[in-house]
């Protein structure tokens, strides 16, 4: 398996891979067939984020196959620049597989040379592997976000999670 940062002939392949995540995802922000992200606004949304240094996008690859992505969002004002917040998913068959913790660790090394020394994310409560995935990659819970999506009519909580670098 392969780790690295996307490329923009990525584009079509890391949108196929959001859809089919969250087509299988439980827990993910976006329902089954909600995103409606052509790929011109995904090739403009790679070319943003390539622009700014302290944001980026990793992509697991096996066998030339994009499985998962990790987007490391950093703040964009002075006051959060040290600030990364981060948004992961990964194909079903490759969940439990070490594909989060290896998307983890190289976000971890890249933020701390990028002047990132914070990095953030909600979770579902109940979302235990993934709980369990982002305390292993050293992320603490700093609180709770009640009644913060409503999934199926209802409402689910969010922990705050966080990773002081």
Do not use: C
Request: aromatic share 8%; proline share 1%; glycine share 8%.
């Amino acid at each position: 398996m392969l780790i690295r940062e996307i490329r923009m002939e990525d584009a079509e392949n890391l949108l196929l891979l959001i859809k089919e995540v969250e087509s299988t995802s439980a827990f993910m922000l976006m329902e089954p067939g909600e995103r409606e992200m052509t790929l011109e606004q995904q090739q403009k949304r790679i070319e943003i984020i390539d622009k700014q240094k302290n944001s980026t996008v990793f992509v697991a690859e096996e066998n030339g196959k994009l499985i998962g992505y990790l987007f490391v969002i950093g703040g964009n004002v002075k006051r959060t620049k040290h600030s990364a917040y981060l948004v992961i998913g990964i194909l079903q068959d490759y969940r439990g597989k070490g594909v989060g913790t290896k998307l983890f660790n190289h976000a971890t090394n890249w933020a701390s040379k990028h002047n990132i020394s914070r990095l953030e994310l909600t979770v579902v409560t109940e979302n235990e592997s993934g709980v369990a995935l982002y305390k292993k990659s050293g992320f603490d819970i700093e609180g709770t976000k009640r009644n913060s999506l409503m999934i199926n009519n209802r409402a689910y909580d969010e922990y705050y999670m966080s990773k002081l670098l």
